[in-house]
Structures are given as structure tokens and as C-alpha cells.
């Protein structure tokens, strides 16, 4: 049984820039949560999708967008980078919205 | 406004003692909490769980109290083991909380246990 996988895990970008990151979920969870850690804080949920739609969004604007392809891997993506994006940005999946999350290592995003 | 507080930053207990980490939270429409772990460079790991239904779940070393009138509650390790060291983070879910699989996590407690 695979687990999260989560790439980069490391970036870099410059304030206005555009990022991707990526997800690949467990074996068998269709559901994927986004969560963002900024430093000294508890994750905060940003979005969901199910398959393939998105199923609830936290209070995060709309430069902050995702996608979940059928195979179940998801994209985040980050328009004009803002230095407060800094942060860890973690990937958790689960079964049918279910709340047994497994969480990704996360990727820790810069920007400067 | 924070709906999830956990506010002892930072716990430190002698191997084989009792650990107790806390939790308070706001909203009295949450009805499932979880306590996870995390290491550095690690995602978070799921620990244990409790249902509003309920008061108390043990599972191995670790019991989980729910004190529902309190808003309020605790995750016990015993004993406390080095390998313990990690900070837990406490979740809340509900209706009233949020899109539905939407947790509210707290900041943390660092706990670390001295051998």
C-alpha cells in the first residue's frame, strides 16, 4: 500500500510568480484535502475535491485553485505568490470525504 | 478567532511518566476530534480519535478524554516513551465547523520526552 507522495518537496519562487504543486494519493482514496502550515501554526484547510470536483473550500481567495485528475493524483496552484504564501503545503487523502486522512510529507514553498 | 486552541506550546516529561496534552475548542457544533503527530520533515499522522458521543477512547498508551460541557480535551500518553518526542496537533470536525472533512486544527504542543 503506497502512501502520499507530495513534489516538490522544496521550492523557491519570487513574489507575482505562479506555482504547481503536485499529489499523488494512497492507493484507493478518492478524496484529496489541501491544507497550508505557515510557521508556529496548525494546518488550515484550504480546499477538497471528490472525484474530481471540488467539495468545500476553506477561506483561502481564488488565486488559490486545485484539480484532481481520475487517476486520483491533484494539483495546487498558487497565482501572484505573495511573500505570506510562504509555507508548508500539505496534501491528505482519504476514502468517500472520509475523515482517516493520510498526510503527505508536504512541500515547503518560499517565496521571496 | 481561533475555533481549536491548544495553549501550552511546549510539554516536557521524564521517559515513563505520564504525558497530558490539552485542547479547547469553541464551537459546540464540532462533533469529532482527532489528535495527530508530527515529526520534522514528516506529514502528520493520525493518533487517535473521539466521537461527541463518547467521553473517553484508549487505544494502547494513548486515552483521549472528552469533556463536552468543558469544551475540553486531553490526550494521556502512559508512560511517555523518548520516542514520544513530536508535536501533536488537535482537530476538531463538524457540521457547524466547515465544509464537511474540513478539520480545524489547533497550533500544536511540542512534547518532548527526556530519557
Known amino acids: 500500500e503506497t502512501g502520499v507522495t507530495q513534489s516538490p518537496t522544496h521550492l523557491i519562487k519570487t513574489r507575482g510568480q505562479q506555482v504547481t504543486l503536485r499529489c499523488s494519493s494512497q492507493?484507493?482514496?478518492?478524496?484529496v484535502s489541501w491544507y497550508q502550515q505557515a510557521l508556529g501554526q496548525g494546518p488550515q484547510f484550504i480546499f477538497q475535491?471528490?472525484?474530481?470536483?471540488?467539495?468545500g473550500r476553506g477561506n483561502f481567495p481564488p488565486r488559490f485553485s486545485g484539480l484532481q485528475f481520475p487517476n486520483y493524483s491533484s494539483e495546487l496552484n498558487v497565482n501572484a505568490l505573495e511573500l505570506d504564501d510562504s509555507a508548508l503545503y500539505l496534501c491528505?487523502?482519504?476514502?468517500?470525504?472520509?475523515?482517516?486522512?493520510?498526510f503527505g510529507s508536504g512541500t515547503r514553498l518560499t517565496v521571496v | 478567532d481561533q475555533q481549536v486552541k491548544q495553549n501550552s506550546p511546549s510539554l516536557s516529561v521524564q521517559e515513563g511518566r505520564i504525558s497530558i496534552l490539552n485542547c479547547d475548542y469553541t464551537n459546540s457544533m464540532f462533533d469529532y476530534f482527532l489528535w495527530y503527530k508530527k515529526y520534522p520533515a514528516e506529514g502528520p499522522t493520525f493518533l487517535i480519535s473521539i466521537s461527541s458521543i463518547k467521553d473517553k477512547n484508549e487505544d494502547g498508551r494513548f486515552t483521549v478524554f472528552l469533556n463536552k460541557s468543558a469544551k475540553h480535551l486531553s490526550l494521556h500518553i502512559v508512560p511517555s516513551q523518548p520516542g514520544d518526542s513530536a508535536v501533536y496537533f488537535c482537530?476538531?470536525?463538524?457540521?457547524?465547523?466547515?465544509?464537511?472533512?474540513?478539520?480545524?486544527f489547533g497550533k500544536g504542543t511540542k512534547l518532548s520526552v527526556k530519557p
Open positions: 492507493s484507493g482514496h478518492n478524496t
Open positions: 491528505a487523502s482519504s476514502w468517500d470525504r472520509g475523515l482517516g486522512y493520510t
Open positions: 475535491y471528490y472525484r474530481e470536483e471540488e467539495n
Open positions: 482537530a476538531a470536525s463538524g457540521v457547524g465547523g466547515g465544509s464537511q472533512g474540513n478539520l480545524i
